[in-house]
């Protein structure tokens, strides 16, 4: 193992141990219209990833108001990490969710994220995807 690589190897355990949020990351299913109900009715989603992650704010973020639908809502970018070597079903693709399952701050469980980018990087401790609050 090179020196290189036992700095990486170091990083990424590192940054593992600030994935104390626990996350699912799935695509939504198509959803068809019931038009006995007149509602939507959402597919089966895909799960691509659950596990350990690392949500945070974006630095960046400031929370943009938008007009969406005649409702004002606030866009605010999260950072959400999870461990680099992380093997999933899919590479995500923007419009996939991620929500938190579990969080030390109680506030954060159930958030949902609309996922807007993902980074890959050799040199990278983690595998960052980002996603922002519709809320």
Do not use: C, H
Not at 27 to 44: E, I, K, V
Not at 71 to 94: A, C, F, G, K, M
């Amino acid at each position: 193992m090179s020196e290189l690589d036992a700095v990486l190897a170091a990083g990424r355990l590192a940054a593992q141990e600030l994935q104390r949020e626990t996350i699912t990351l799935y695509r939504p299913g198509d959803s068809g219209f019931d038009w006995n109900a007149g509602t939507d009715t959402p597919g089966p989603s895909t799960t691509l990833y659950s596990g350990p992650a690392r949500v945070k704010p974006s630095a960046q973020s400031r929370g943009e108001e938008v007009n969406a639908g005649e409702v004002n809502t606030t866009q605010r970018e999260y950072t959400v990490s999870v461990p680099w070597d992380t093997v999933i079903v899919s590479r995500p693709l923007p419009g996939d969710v991620i929500e938190v399952s579990t969080s030390p701050d109680a506030r954060m469980v159930g958030l949902r994220l609309w996922v807007t980018g993902v980074q890959f990087s050799s040199m990278a401790t983690a595998w960052r995807i980002s996603g922002e609050d519709r809320s």
